[in-house]
């Protein structure tokens, strides 16, 4: 048994993958190989299909690409944006709108 090396960065465990693939193993056995050394939550079987299936038509590079669809920071603009939607949508937002949308009375 090999000692398990916790917390990998997913660029080194693709790093892995990557050499691996170039020796031709499959990608159960590489699967198999970083399960061991990584722990069973390192990698899941068909990310690890799906980065050799890349490294094999020539995609080399191990780190994640840049993603320009997501926001890359969450502002206090964005957050009050999407409690006011929820709010709008929501007849239950809060116990305050609970209270005026079934026009109960509370008497303190």
């Known amino acids: ?5 916790e917390s ?15 020796r031709n193993l499959s990608a159960a ?3 198999r190989q970083i399960s061991e050394v990584y722990g ?3 990698m899941c079987e068909d990310k690890v299909r799906k ?10 590079n191990i780190h ?5 669809f997501r926001p890359s920071v969450i502002t206090d603009d964005m957050l009050a ?3 006011a939607k929820i709010l709008e ?4 937002g809060s116990i305050d709108g609970a209270v005026q949308a079934s026009l109960v009375n509370i008497a303190v």
């Not at 048994?1 to 090396?5: A, C, G, N, R, V």
């Not at 994640?64 to 320009?68: G, L």
């Not at 949508?89 to 239950?92: D, E, F, G, K, M």
Request: hydrophobic share 40%; net charge neutral; proline share 4%.
């Open 89 to 92: 949508n929501s007849s239950r």
């Open 1 to 5: 048994m090999f000692k398990i090396i």
């Open 29 to 31: 056995d590489i699967h």
């Open 8 to 22: 990998p960065a997913p660029c080194e465990v693709r790093s892995v993958i990557r050499f691996l693939s170039a």
């Open 81 to 83: 944006s999407v409690e």
């Open 64 to 68: 994640d690409d840049s993603r320009s």
């Open 51 to 60: 980065w050799v299936r890349d490294f094999k038509t020539g995609h080399d």
């Open 40 to 42: 069973a939550t390192a």
